[in-house]
């Protein structure tokens, strides 16, 4: 992706316009919390999957992600060596220890919201508890820069340093999943620009107050390198290790960074 025209810049919204997307985001940040409120061990990925198809729907919303591009689910449930794009399925049965990363999607008078959280069921691995509370941090440290005037790579950069720093901090071997980042969003799921999580900073289009951009981390145990299944959509470590996946929906304000999809109970 070349980032040669300086003077572009990411999509503004409105006010009115970033409080419909917000009222499309809290619709998922509901949703996500619920679903890990009742996530447990003989629960299959489908039943999560069903329960947030009549959350989102209770609500007057849509789900964003079914049918998106042949997507078959309203969530994207991905478990344990799972990075992203995880089917649910009746097959996919939580045990104990497992981790899991929910990425919800919905549409409500046609603006979309999109989060993704990462949870544990019941007890972690302590190293795997070590990567889930890692990744929250680093999307906490690239949201620092959603602010008017940087440019898009200032988030990528952040992610990047955050992840070096995470992995002292936490004391866990950290890879950034390659060939993943975040991206625009407004009235389609999927909008430009492409944000990468890691690279050099101060490139890309510059950040207006009303940008809008889904800033997801992914990170796994171990390298970072991965292959997407024959099903077209499971990605999966290529070694093995656990992933783990947090995302938000950011307006960019002048009184900083504005989460489009806080979830009941956090602060974010």
């Given amino acids: 992706m070349a980032f040669r025209r300086k003077n572009r810049v990411i999509m503004p919204r409105t006010p009115g316009e970033l409080d419909a997307m917000q009222a499309a985001g809290e619709v998922v940040g509901r949703t996500l919390a619920e679903l890990r409120a009742q996530a447990r061990p003989g629960m299959s990925t489908l039943e999560l999957d069903t329960l947030a198809e009549e959350l989102i729907r209770a609500e007057g919303a849509t789900p964003t992600f079914l049918g998106y591009e042949g997507f078959p689910g309203s969530i994207c449930a991905s478990v344990n060596d799972v990075i992203v794009h995880g089917i649910p399925s009746k097959d996919v049965i939580l045990g104990e220890g497992d981790l899991v990363s929910i990425d919800c999607g919905a549409t409500l008078d046609g603006w979309v919201g999109d989060s993704a959280l990462t949870f544990g069921i019941e007890e972690l691995d302590p190293e795997v508890q070590a990567l889930n509370e890692a990744t929250a941090w680093i999307l906490e440290q690239g949201i620092t820069q959603m602010v008017p005037g940087n440019r898009l790579t200032d988030i990528s950069h ?3 340093k955050a992840t070096a720093e995470a992995a002292r901090r ?4 950290l890879g950034i999943v390659d060939g993943y ?22 490139r890309g289009p510059r950040i207006a107050e009303g940008s809008v951009l889904a800033i997801e981390p992914m990170i796994c145990i171990g390298s970072g390198d991965n292959e997407e299944l024959d099903d077209g959509w499971t990605v999966v470590t290529l070694e093995g290790g656990a992933s783990s996946h947090w995302e938000h929906t950011v307006a960019a304000t002048a009184a900083g960074p504005r989460i489009l999809t806080p979830r009941p109970g956090e602060g974010r």
């Fill in 158 to 160: 952040a992610i990047e």
């Fill in 181 to 202: 980042g975040g991206h625009g969003i407004g009235r389609e799921m999927h909008e430009d620009p492409y944000l990468p999580n890691e690279g050099r900073g101060g």
């Fill in 170 to 173: 936490y004391g866990v071997e």
